[in-house]
């Protein structure tokens, strides 16, 4: 039996597919990348809306399949590649893209499009339900993690639309969810150090049932006592990182910076 191609699950329910285009608000006249378009569902509606589309496709056959269909269309540009070592700064600014992304590479290639967030206008994904859970999570809630704080940071985020296994062929063991990303002209905190502020994020969720005084063990020397309780830039110690807020990860990140200076 043939095995499918690099474990993706292809969307074939129709009725999302249209969903999923009317949900991503795409403008006349912008560029749209769609990536991972493998059998085109979303291709084909993605054609209609732009004159300017760019299918990315790690797939060979699969390439060949959607050149073959669709490269007669001026608007259509496909590229085979891999999606998460792609330049998207090569394709211009205002981005809009939009992409059923493959379960095993999905926060891997999000986290190369933020990175050039400067280039793109918004980001329409499908991915798992679990790791949509975790994008959109707020302080105290399970899924709050460094995941959620590095999304946040960078993007608006905002959950669009709930997708049933059965919209997959073959049907995965998991739900998705469809997130929309729009990159913020300047992060949703003011850092003095992104560096800093992520590594501390990071050693703050690093055992995540352990105390912020467990996990920042790092920077112990710049604790200071109040009424016996461990404290750090004023706040207590005693608590643990999903609990904190991004202006407070900001404000201990910057009085780190402050020390250190």
Request: include cysteine; hydrophobic fraction near 40%; glycine fraction near 6%.
């Amino acid at each position: 039996m043939k095995k499918r191609p690099l474990g993706q699950n292809f969307l074939i329910d129709p009725g999302i597919a249209q969903q999923i285009i009317q949900l991503a608000h795409i403008q006349p006249g912008e560029p749209v990348v769609e990536i991972g378009p493998g059998k085109g569902i979303l291709t084909q509606l993605l054609i209609q809306q732009t004159d300017s589309l760019t299918a990315i496709e790690l797939d060979p056959q699969l390439s060949r399949d959607l050149q073959k269909r669709f490269g007669d269309a001026l608007s259509f540009e496909l590229v085979e590649g891999d999606a998460a070592k792609f330049d998207y700064s090569s394709l211009g600014i205002g981005l809009n893209i939009v992409s059923n992304l493959p379960y095993y590479a999905a926060t891997h290639i999000m986290k190369k499009l933020i990175h050039y967030r400067k280039h793109i206008r918004s980001m329409t994904l499908m991915l798992q339900k679990e790791v949509v859970d975790r994008l959109t999570a707020k302080p105290g809630q399970r899924a709050y993690g460094s995941l959620s704080v590095y999304v946040q940071y960078h993007c608006e985020v905002q959950r669009l639309l709930e997708i049933p296994n059965t919209a997959f062929s073959p049907t995965p063991k998991i739900d998705s969810s469809l997130i929309g990303l729009m990159p913020l002209p300047q992060p949703r905190v003011r850092v003095e150090d992104p560096k800093l502020f992520f590594k501390m994020v990071n050693s703050a969720f690093f055992h995540k049932r352990k105390m912020l005084k467990n996990n920042l063990k790092d920077w112990r020397h710049l604790f200071n006592k109040e009424n016996g309780q461990a404290r750090l830039a004023g706040i207590d110690l005693n608590r643990r990182g999903e609990t904190l807020s991004l202006d407070e990860f900001a404000d201990l990140a910057n009085y780190l910076h402050a020390q250190n200076g």
